[in-house]
Each structure stands twice: as structure tokens, then as C-alpha cells.
């Protein structure tokens, strides 16, 4: 079965570093982009980057350049997106998404930051 | 604020026919192929539509899709209370070099 899963809810203060993961299995991972989208509660999707496991390019759209980091280890076929000093605003739930023929969503990562 | 415009929200009753729209502009719909997904309450997006009107296996047939110009639609018919849920559409978008999403529209089968 084609799937991704993504790490458990995570739980932070502003300021903190987080790393969230999305593991590919089923599928050739290195041969897909993997797209990480966000939710903020309540609110619609966005977009936020992906990476080329091949090589490990990226792109990113500016609203999220230079605040969180698109990373893979095609060893364990997992992706990752990471924050080195998280705001309030980054509360939110984190989807990667992969399309390996038939287009796949993890199941999502919620991640809370406050005080 | 999303750069594809959908309307907030949608109702219809059951065994209806309901459209859902997506505007966008030259750098986006008008160039790009546009994607469509579901979201249940408290679920991941599902993609029920791809390159404009193409529905992936295990959709219904009763979702169709469509584009014209700059603007593209969903069409829902034999609308089932299963098919409550907020709805999105999604294109490329040359100038951000980043795939944009609709505000999304939430369906309502009253």
C-alpha cells in the first residue's frame, strides 16, 4: 500500500526548534516530489514548499523562505520540514504529499505553540 | 489571501446539481492545469479531480470538472449528504513558482 506517515502532534513554545517527519513506503520514494502544505485552524490550505528527494532541491514560496527548512534522507525514505525559532503563528497542521501515480497525503502533524 | 477566488460556500439538496467555481489569472488557470480536492471535517484533503477535468479512480462519476480561460469549476450531480465537506481548487502559478490554492468552498447538503 502507498502511504506516508507523518510524525505525532507536537507541542512548543515560541522560540523552540521542531523537526516533523513524513516517511514514503509502497511507493519508489526517490522518484516523487514530496509537497508539504499547512492548515491553520480553521482556515483554508497553503502551499508551503517540496523538495526533489533525487537531489534534494527545493522550492519554496516567499512567505515561507528562509522560516522553515525542506529536508530528506532518501536512506529512510522520509522528508522533513523543520523550524529553528517557531512563532505562535506556526500553529498549525502539517501534510506532506507525494504523487507516485495516484496522489498520496500523509495523515497530518498538528503542531501547537504557546506560551 | 488566496489568489483563486472561490465563493465561501455552497448548499444544495439532496439529488441536486451544485458548482463550485475558481477564478484565477494569466499566470495561473489561464496557463496551468487545475486540481480540485474534498476535505472532510477533521480529515486530509482527498484529490477528486486533476488536469482540469480528469477524476481519479475511485471518485464518482457524478464529480466533473471544467475550465475555461482563467476560471475553472467542480460539478457535483445526485448531490449525497456524503458530499458535505470544503472544497478547493489548486494550479500552478508561473510568477510565485509555488502551487496556489483557493480559499475553498464550503458545500453544505441541506
Known amino acids: 500500500e502507498v502511504q506516508l506517515v507523518q510524525s505525532g502532534a507536537e507541542v512548543k513554545k515560541p522560540g523552540e526548534s521542531l523537526r516533523i517527519s513524513c516517511r514514503g513506503s509502497?511507493?519508489?520514494?526517490?522518484?516523487?516530489?514530496i509537497n508539504w502544505v499547512r492548515q491553520m485552524p480553521g482556515k483554508g490550505l497553503e502551499w508551503m514548499g517540496r523538495?526533489?528527494?533525487?537531489?534534494?532541491?527545493?522550492n519554496y514560496i516567499p512567505s515561507f523562505q528562509g522560516h522553515v527548512i525542506i529536508s530528506v534522507d532518501t536512506s529512510i525514505s522520509t522528508a522533513y520540514l523543520q523550524w529553528n525559532s517557531l512563532q505562535a503563528s506556526d500553529t498549525a497542521t502539517y501534510y506532506c504529499?507525494?504523487?507516485?501515480?495516484?496522489?498520496?497525503w500523509g495523515q497530518g502533524t498538528t503542531v501547537t505553540v504557546s506560551s | 489571501q488566496s489568489v483563486l477566488t472561490q465563493s465561501p460556500s455552497a448548499s444544495g439538496t439532496p439529488g441536486q446539481k451544485v458548482s463550485i467555481s475558481c477564478s484565477g489569472s494569466?499566470?495561473?488557470?489561464?496557463?496551468?492545469?487545475v486540481d480540485w480536492y474534498q476535505q472532510l471535517p477533521g480529515t486530509a484533503p482527498k484529490l477528486v479531480m486533476h488536469?482540469?477535468?480528469q477524476r481519479p479512480s475511485g471518485v464518482p462519476d457524478r464529480f466533473s470538472g471544467s475550465k475555461s480561460g482563467t476560471s475553472a469549476s467542480l460539478a457535483i450531480s445526485g448531490l449525497q449528504s456524503e458530499d458535505e465537506a470544503d472544497y478547493y481548487c489548486?494550479?500552478?502559478?508561473?510568477?510565485?513558482?509555488?502551487?496556489?490554492f483557493g480559499g475553498g468552498t464550503k458545500l453544505t447538503v441541506l
Open positions: 504529499v507525494a504523487n507516485p501515480g495516484k496522489q498520496v
Open positions: 509502497g511507493y519508489n520514494f526517490n522518484n516523487n516530489w
Open positions: 523538495i526533489d528527494p533525487t537531489d534534494s532541491h527545493t
Open positions: 494569466g499566470s495561473n488557470i489561464g496557463i496551468n492545469k
Open positions: 488536469s482540469n477535468d
Open positions: 489548486a494550479a500552478w502559478d508561473a510568477s510565485l513558482n509555488g502551487l496556489l
